[in-house]
Structures are given as C-alpha cells and as structure tokens.
C-alpha cells in the first residue's frame, strides 16, 4: 500500500510506540488519526506531525467501551473521508504473579480487577477497534491494513498472566482475520516487540536494566524507531498478511 494520503489510525497515539509509529508514517505522507485517554500527549503528537509535514487528529476514546470506539471510527471516517489503515497499538499492564505463598501459605492472588483490566484494554480494546476498522474499510471499499502490536510475552512471561494471554490472543487474532478479511482485500498481521526503550523502561534500576539487555543477543533494548518501521514494512507490503514480526532483537528463538 501507497501511504502517501492514506488515513491510518492509531490506538494509544498519544505517545510511546504510537507516537513513534504516527511519526514515521507521517513522514511517508500519511493521514494520521490518533486515539488516546490523553489530549495532553495527544496534541504534542498532532503537533509533531505537523512538523513531519503531514495532518493529524486527535480523538478521545476508551478503546475498550464499545459505543465510544464505534462513535470515534465512524467520527474518523466522516472527517477524513475514509479509513485505509489500523494500529492496535494501545496497551496496560497490571504485573503480579498468578500465585504468591510463602512458607507454604498463599499470601496474594492476581486479583480479578487486574486480570479483566488488561483483558478489556489489550484484547477486548483490540477487537472492538478492529471490527470498526474492518466494517469502514468494506463499507467504503478500501483494501486496508489492520496490524495488532503483540509482545514477546505472547510466549509466556512470570508475573505477567494477564498480559501475555491478551498478547497471545491479539496474534492469533491478526491470523484468524487475515484469513476472514482477505476476500475484502483487506490484510491483517502482528508484530511482537521485545524490549523497547519505553517510559516503562526508563523506570527500571540500572541492574535490572543490564540483566534484560545480558540476554538479548543483541546486547540492547529495541528503539521505538525499530517497531515503527515494521509497521511500516507490514503497510506497505501488499502480500504481507496472516504473519507475527518477531522484532525482538533476536531474544525470542
């Protein structure tokens, strides 16, 4: 796909990856509307597209509320004409181990709260967003892309049973739909990140940030620059669909 005045949207657009991701698709001419919980960051990012000499809008939404993803699709495809592109990029974590005992006694449980939180935002939030996407795109008759950021944790991760069942079931998810979509022209795939230089990671203790980094073979965490250029390659390369890109630096073999 040509993404020259191609309308893509973004979840999580505000900032982080999606940020990213809005920046390195603006440059190559992309429409870019972007969805957050935050009009703070969310303008920082239009402005930055602005400057990238491309247009962006920003809307407000709950990816997770059915009604407000539906009322901001259809908002995005009546103030840019049409929807050519999705980025599931939106996410939470809600870390803790399944089970925690000590001395053969349980003393805490991954709450219900934290399971369902990150399961409405990171797997709920993806299907609402991408059922809209996909109705808009056949509707109007656009051979679009859906692309759902998984994780590396997809694989399975300790203290993360929330996070990676959801990055788990946003991959197989992309592949279930690249199989449905695809009579529409419409090509759906994943990428899964490793570890990225984030806010989240910004935040670790320098030791724990050096043990990560020991056993990527890459010796580094990813750059944000690194995820948004698989996105990138999956958007403009019209016989990918159906496939997870593994950016990991190698981690995950």
């Keep these: 796909m040509e993404l020259k005045d191609k309308v893509v949207v973004i979840t999580g657009g505000g900032q982080g990856l999606g940020r990213q991701m809005a920046l390195r698709l603006a440059a190559k001419g992309a429409k870019l509307a972007l969805i957050d919980l935050n009009q703070e960051k969310l303008d920082e990012t239009v402005a930055l597209v602005a400057e990238a000499g491309s247009e962006a809008r920003s809307y407000i939404a709950n990816v997770a509320d059915e ?12 103030n840019f004409g049409r929807i050519d592109g999705l980025v599931n990029n939106a996410g939470i974590t809600r870390d803790g181990l399944f089970i925690k005992a ?8 991954m709450s219900l709260e934290h399971w369902q939180q990150v399961i409405d935002v990171n797997l709920t939030g993806v299907f609402l967003c991408a059922r809209e996407a996909a109705a808009h795109m056949i509707e109007g008759n656009t051979q679009g ?15 993360q049973t929330n996070y990676t069942a959801a990055k788990a079931g946003v991959a197989n998810m992309a592949v279930t739909w690249a199989k449905e979509l695809s009579r529409y022209g419409i090509r759906v795939a994943a990428v899964a990140p490793g570890f990225i230089e984030t806010d989240m990671t910004a935040g670790m203790k320098p030791e724990a940030l050096e043990k990560v980094c020991s056993v990527i073979p890459m010796k580094r965490l990813g750059l944000p620059d690194e995820i948004a250029h698989s996105v990138e390659y999956i958007m403009e390369n019209d016989y990918f669909t159906g496939r997870v890109i593994e950016c990991d630096g190698g981690l995950r073999i």
């Design 67 to 78: 009604a407000q993803v539906e009322s901001t699709f259809a908002q995005i495809a009546d």
């Design 102 to 109: 000590k001395e053969g006694k349980v003393v805490q449980k």
């Design 145 to 159: 892309v859906i692309i759902n950021i998984s994780s590396i944790s997809r694989s399975g991760n300790m203290g």
